[in-house]
T-cell receptor, first 113, second 111 residues
Framework: EPEVTQTPSHQVTQMGQEVILRCVPISNHLYFYWYRQILGQKVEFLVSFYNNEISEKSEIFDDQFSVERPDGSNFTLKIRSTKLEDSAMYFC???????????FGPGTRLLVL | GESVGLHLPTLSVQEGDNSIINCAYSNSASDYFIWYKQESGKGPQFIIDIRSNMDKRQGQRVTVLLNKTVKHLSLQIAATQPGDSAVYFCAENIAGNQFYFGTGTSLTVIP
């Protein structure tokens, strides 16, 4: 069964450093999402991406965040200058153009020191 | 100030009993809902969905009920098994884009 994959599974970084989180969505999916989940809290929407552009973003997704689909399979989330409060699980999700169900990857646990 | 984690509602059931997990959603314009299951250290896993033009939908061992009048969603799990132990989230969606997740309920199945 196809699934969303994410790398790395864990990332530790120093405050102020840049990180890139990678996702490979399900191959025939056209809509891509990033969510985050701070430990013990609810899953929060960050951004949605379709047709090579951002279609919606939340207040969390400020100028330090960016997304990119560099090739036909990868979807990345870049955090330019990480802050302590960026420590969270980051989930990528994808869906087909005709469907509504979003399928989630296993997440990347980011720890900013 | 420092943020603190949310205290999750918890539900403990005996193996073999039925479980009912409830969720209140916020937006009356939401037209699509999903129940997700999240095991420790993993991403949300789709369980069952329902559109706003339905009141009930059944899957394998799971049933979702939607009451739009009071903006309430429930997930019923029949014959609960130890593998059902997880945090369960409802998520609401408007017009197919982002999902808004609830705070979750932690289900513990006692063997």
């Amino acid at each position: 069964e196809p699934e969303v994959t994410q790398t790395p599974s864990h990332q530790v970084t120093q405050m102020g450093q840049e990180v890139i989180l990678r996702c490979v969505p399900i191959s025939n999916h056209l809509y891509f999402y990033w969510y985050r989940q701070i430990l013990g809290q609810k899953v929060e929407f960050l951004v949605s991406f379709y047709n090579n552009e951002i279609s919606e973003k939340s207040e969390i997704f400020d100028d330090q965040f960016s997304v990119e689909r560099p090739d036909g399979s990868n979807f990345t989330l870049k955090i330019r200058s990480t802050k302590l409060e960026d420590s969270a699980m980051y989930f990528c999700a994808s869906r087909t153009s005709g469907g509504e169900t979003q399928y989630f990857g296993p997440g990347t646990r980011l720890l900013v020191l | 100030g420092e943020s603190v984690g949310l205290h999750l509602p918890t539900l403990s059931v005996q193996e073999g009993d039925n479980s009912i997990i409830n969720c209140a959603y916020s937006n009356s314009a939401s037209d699509y809902f999903i129940w997700y299951k999240q095991e420790s250290g993993k991403g949300p896993q789709f369980i069952i969905d329902i559109r706003s033009n339905m009141d009930k939908r059944q899957g394998q061992r799971v049933t979702v009920l939607l009451n739009k009048t009071v903006k309430h969603l429930s997930l019923q799990i029949a014959a609960t098994q130890p593998g059902d132990s997880a945090v369960y989230f409802c998520a609401e969606n408007i017009a197919g884009n982002q999902f808004y997740f609830g705070t979750g309920t932690s289900l513990t199945v006692i063997p």
